[in-house]
């Protein structure tokens, strides 16, 4: 390994970031997977990390580590309720520019349709 590839493992990683996921139960015994999402909710709560539930999955916010460890925890609870596989899709956003939280942007852009009335 290169010094400069060895500069890129020293890398911390962001310190705040705001990630959607959606966690897909697959071989579950009905169609229904609201049980399994319930259970996630239940952990997220626990985690301490400010979270909204939506139609699609659920936004969460903190740090880069808090969050990808809070979704790999969601997978390691299902798994351990008999769920054999998990698939996921996960949008992470990070700035640097400013703090800014899910509920900030979305007020910013309803502010912005009110404004337009």
């Known amino acids: 390994m290169s010094s400069s590839d060895q500069g890129l ?9 705001i990630a959607d996921f959606c966690l897909v139960p ?5 169609a229904s997977v609201s049980q ?12 301490g990390l400010k979270y909204s539930m939506h139609s ?3 936004t969460v916010e903190g740090s880069w580590d808090d969050v990808m460890r809070v ?9 351990e309720r008999g ?4 698939q996921s899709d996960i949008r992470v ?9 899910f509920k900030d942007k979305v007020e910013a852009v ?4 009110k404004d337009n009335e």
């Open 83 to 86: 769920v054999v596989r998990i």
């Open 110 to 113: 309803e502010k912005l349709l």
């Open 71 to 79: 979704i790999g925890q969601c997978h390691a609870m299902l798994h």
């Open 36 to 47: 399994e999402v319930a259970q996630v909710q239940r952990l997220l709560k626990k985690s």
């Open 9 to 17: 493992t020293a890398l911390a990683t962001p310190p705040r970031c």
């Open 93 to 101: 956003g990070t700035r640097t520019d400013k703090k800014q939280g």
């Open 26 to 30: 697959i071989g579950t015994p009905t």
């Open 56 to 58: 699609a999955g659920t």
